[in-house]
């Protein structure tokens, strides 16, 4: 059984830091892309983070550049989101999106609520 399951989110002032973290399992994780992606109330969802299947490639969005890092540890199965100088714009509710184009797999979290209020 497919499970992508995030954890770590929660509510955080502004400028503070916050880690995400996302673990796979029923899957080859090492195979797939792994993303991460976010949805205010309001708005569409958007790509935040991408990190490789292979090497090392990291892509981020223009919004969360600088201040974002994604990272994954195939042996733990697990991909993070390591998130610092938070805005009150970055409130969203997080996802964890595993995907393999070349087989057409995607696999998506449930979501994680990240709050930055004061």
């Known amino acids: 059984q497919v499970q992508v399951v995030e954890s770590g989110g929660g509510l955080v002032q502004p400028g503070g830091s916050l880690r995400l973290s996302c673990a796979g399992s029923?899957?080859?994780?090492?195979?797939?892309?792994m993303s991460w992606y976010r949805q205010a109330p309001g708005k569409e969802r958007e790509l935040v983070a991408t990190?490789?299947?292979?090497?090392?490639?990291?892509d981020y969005s223009d919004r969360v550049k600088g201040r974002f890092i994604i990272s994954r540890d195939n042996a733990k199965k697990t991909v993070y989101l390591q998130m610092n100088s938070l805005k009150p714009e970055d409130t969203a509710v997080y996802y964890c999106?595993?995907?393999?184009?070349?087989?057409?797999?995607?696999?998506w979290g449930q979501g994680a609520q990240v709050t930055v209020s004061s």
């Open positions: 029923g899957f080859t994780f090492s195979r797939f892309a």
């Open positions: 999106n595993a995907n393999w184009a070349s087989y057409g797999l995607e696999y």
């Open positions: 990190h490789s299947s292979t090497g090392d490639r990291t």
